[in-house]
């Protein structure tokens, strides 16, 4: 069985994300979004009793020239060039969306994008993600 990653690995995080097709959609909070566009690693994950887990992790890198996304141990990694990562500080740009070229000509899409309180109330803490659009 695969170990929980541990406490010091994972920084809080609300971090949500949706596979669909060959489309992996990552949805961060304002911490996560600063943390992301700092240079630091976002890092969630599930653990499944008895089987082992599923982790993610999105980060950006000055030195990294274009995205990379691996698969590994149960793990994916996606890392996005700086300059990319940084693209999402302004107030008015809410989606990064970047192409991994695969084999056998499937690509893989990315997109990192910030995560916005619901419009319909819900039982979940929403106090740390984006105001939503519709909401001013």
């Given at each position: 069985?695969?170990?929980?990653?541990?406490?010091?690995?994972?920084?809080?995080?609300?971090?949500?994300?949706?596979?669909?097709?060959?489309?992996?959609?990552?949805?961060?909070?304002?911490?996560?979004?600063?943390?992301?566009?700092?240079?630091?690693?976002?890092?969630?994950?599930?653990?499944?009793?008895?089987?082992?887990?599923?982790?993610?992790?999105?980060?950006?890198?000055?030195?990294?020239?274009?995205?990379?996304a691996t698969f590994s141990a149960g793990h994916i990694d996606v890392c996005v060039p700086a300059t990319s990562a940084r693209a999402l500080a302004p107030a008015e740009v809410v989606t990064i969306d970047e192409t991994v070229a695969g084999e056998g000509g499937v690509d893989l899409s990315i997109k990192i994008e910030k995560d916005f309180r619901c419009l319909t109330p819900r039982d979940e803490d929403e106090s740390q993600l984006f105001q939503h659009p519709a909401e001013t």
């Open positions: 069985m695969t170990e929980p990653l541990t406490e010091s690995y994972i920084w809080r995080v609300s971090m949500k994300f949706r596979i669909l097709d060959n489309t992996l959609r990552v949805r961060l909070s304002m911490p996560e979004i600063e943390r992301f566009t700092a240079g630091h690693a976002v890092t969630a994950q599930v653990v499944f009793p008895g089987s082992g887990q599923l982790a993610i992790s999105v980060r950006s890198d000055a030195s990294q020239a274009s995205t990379r």
